[in-house]
């Protein structure tokens, strides 16, 4: 029993003492703004999202600014003891990135403003928070247009989702669109990764390229999609600059940089006096595609036609081999 | 040191009858009931999804924690007419529900943020007044589970876990048995969930994922630092309910002191895992000595 005890208290202690630490309060004038980052999955676009965030929070505030990022690991019950944590470090604005994270924040913070990032959410959600959103989606009809731009003889496409929330409607609008345009669209959905090598196994013959929306799951596993199409000479599309960095051809997107940017630039408008849900859903609308000259190749795709075409619609080209190094920003 | 233990109550409040329900699979009917990951999802979503559609809360939950019995009605069915192992006719349910409950929720993810719920007003009111209402209503949840325990019927049911073929030769029907003992546990799960939901602000078609391995860890170090210290038999099931609030409360507390520390997510769990395996430990030594 007493070493029971011991051990309880020594574990105890350590948690303890790691508890109720002062924050920076050497200067009470220079007390810094305490913005929570809350990213729900290790993922690349996360990253670039948090970037443009603090970058332009840094460098347009006045006050100083500490970023407190937590990092759930895909586990709901570590989101919700993080988000609890910065509750309890009397964070002055939350920015939770992707929908479900906002959900559960806007749930649990009242009192403090929110903006969420790469969150799609029903007005209604607003009422009774301090709710601001960034919503990052394009619309599919948007892509298929700029497919069919790009691709007009071809007429039979697949597309490859996971079930998830943001991107079943997003489905239904594309397999509509492709059809006002005479195009075929198959869908096949994954619930877990290791369906995605099945699917990408048992894709019709007649596909004439692969379409991926900006689809975490999906995207995770873009390199086994890619090895697919480089085997079949079929185009790989997505709508996002991560996944043509990891194989996919082109894909007509927004900058995740961009994202954090215009967060920043939300966040700033409610730390100057703003009510968060007096400031309306900001749509990201500067579009860019970005292509990937080898994977290109390897597909057998023509990367003069994508070019040809984004000019056309004054869509900003972005070689992502010559963005590999740094951010895409 | 408030804010930590706030933070470890109130995470630990909404899982407490999912904790009860592992602790009545794995502890009563000794069988390791997968179905639970399915039929947290299964209460949340079908709380969500009635309540979205204007029904009451209340007989929203109803409705949820009848789900959830079904589930595991059907789990014990494939163990009984299947012949299915326990563990995989968990595993199968769970995998089925995954179907249900998308088609029940008819999308991933239902938003409760704008939803009357149970907690809902209670919470509008004050944020005191709204955990009040939750603990009042796990508390109910708890009595309810108590008063079961206590009876004849709980008394069956340990008898079913510990030696089913005595119960058999002796004139009791262990289907039934069987069959109120996995529907109650996966009530108890669906309850967790619906609560769950209400609480975060949504229910999602992947909150369920690792529901029971938590529970079950919690419940085995809960179970290993009190079982050990009661030794009168008539407080057996008290004790077994104490060590789930417990096991569960700790677990939240040296996760919610681990996040303190600022240690990298991605060692949380392997220090996590660490620190539970030093409690386990101590207390084995402890149960061991003469």
Not at chain 1, 114 to 125: K, R, T
Not at chain 2, 195 to 223: H, K, P
Request: glycine residues 8%.
């Amino acid at each position: 029993m007493k070493r029971l005890l011991a051990h309880f208290s020594l574990v105890t202690l350590l948690l303890l003492s790691a508890c109720d630490k002062p924050h920076n309060t050497r200067n009470p004038a220079q007390k810094p703004i305490q913005i929570g980052i809350i990213i729900p999955i290790e993922h690349p676009a996360m990253d670039e999202i948090t970037s443009g965030f603090e970058d332009t929070l840094s460098a347009t505030l006045k006050q100083p600014v500490k970023f407190q990022v937590m990092r759930a690991q895909g586990d709901i019950n570590l989101q919700r003891a993080m988000i609890l944590q910065l509750q309890n470090k009397n964070i002055d604005l939350y920015a939770p990135i992707a929908t479900q994270p906002t959900e559960m924040t806007a749930a649990m913070i009242k009192d403090r403003p929110i903006v969420g990032l790469a969150a799609l959410l029903p007005d209604s959600a607003r009422e009774h928070s301090q709710l601001a959103l960034v919503d990052d989606e394009i619309t599919p009809t948007q892509i298929i247009q700029f497919i069919h731009a790009v691709y007009p003889l071809k007429t039979q496409f697949t597309l490859v989702y996971s079930n998830n929330d943001k991107i079943l409607p997003q489905v239904n609008e594309a397999v509509a669109a492709g059809k006002t345009l005479g195009i075929q669209i198959n869908t096949r959905m994954i619930t877990a990764l290791p369906d995605l090598y099945s699917i990408a196994q048992s894709l019709s013959p007649q596909t004439q390229g692969i379409i991926v929306l900006k689809d975490v799951l999906v995207v995770s596993g873009i390199a086994t999609l890619s090895k697919t199409a480089n085997e079949k000479h079929i185009a790989l599309i997505s709508a996002d600059d991560g996944s043509v960095q990891n194989g996919s051809g082109f894909a007509l997107g927004v900058k995740e940089y961009q994202i954090g940017v215009e967060g920043a630039k939300v966040a700033l408008n409610i730390l100057q006096g703003t009510h968060a849900t007096d400031i309306p859903v900001v749509k990201m609308t500067n579009l860019s595609v970005f292509i990937n000259p080898e994977a290109l190749t390897a597909q057998g795709q023509d990367i003069q036609s994508i070019q040809e075409q984004a000019e056309k619609q004054h869509y900003a080209v972005v070689n992502v081999s010559d963005a590999r190094l740094g951010a895409v920003k | 040191m408030i804010g930590l233990l706030l933070a470890t109550l109130t995470q630990s409040l909404t899982l407490i009858p999912l904790a009860l329900g592992i602790n009545l699979s794995y502890t009563l009917l000794r069988a390791t009931d997968m179905t639970i990951d399915g039929s947290f999802v299964l209460g949340a979503g079908v709380f969500a999804q009635l309540s979205t559609m204007g029904i009451s809360p209340f007989i929203a939950f109803l409705v949820a924690l009848t789900c959830g019995a079904l589930a595991g009605t059907f789990t014990a069915f494939l163990q009984n007419g299947g012949k299915v192992d326990p563990l995989l006719a968990g595993i199968l349910t769970s995998f089925i529900l995954y179907s249900v409950n998308m088609a029940i929720m008819g999308r991933p993810n239902i938003n409760l943020l704008n939803t009357p719920t149970l907690f809902s007003t209670a919470f509008a009111h004050s944020t005191t007044l709204g955990w009040f209402s939750v603990a009042l209503a796990v508390g109910l949840i708890v009595v309810a589970f108590y008063t079961l325990l206590q009876s004849r019927f709980g008394l069956c049911l340990r008898a079913f876990g510990d030696n089913p073929a005595l119960l058999s030769r002796q004139g009791y029907n262990v289907t039934y048995l069987r069959v109120a003992g996995f529907s109650l546990n996966n009530l108890l799960a669906a309850a967790s969930g619906a609560i769950t939901a209400q609480i975060i602000g949504y229910a999602d078609i992947g909150m369920g994922v690792g529901m029971t391995l938590v529970g079950i860890g919690a419940i085995v170090l809960g179970q290993h630092l009190i079982l050990p210290l009661v030794k009168k038999q008539y407080l057996r099931a008290g004790s077994e309910l104490l060590a789930a609030f417990i096991g569960i409360t700790l677990y939240f507390f040296i996760l919610n002191g681990l996040l303190r520390l600022n240690i990298n997510p991605i060692y949380l769990k392997l220090l996590l895992g660490v620190l539970l395996a030093l409690f386990l430990r101590t207390a084995t030594q402890k149960a061991s000595l003469p």
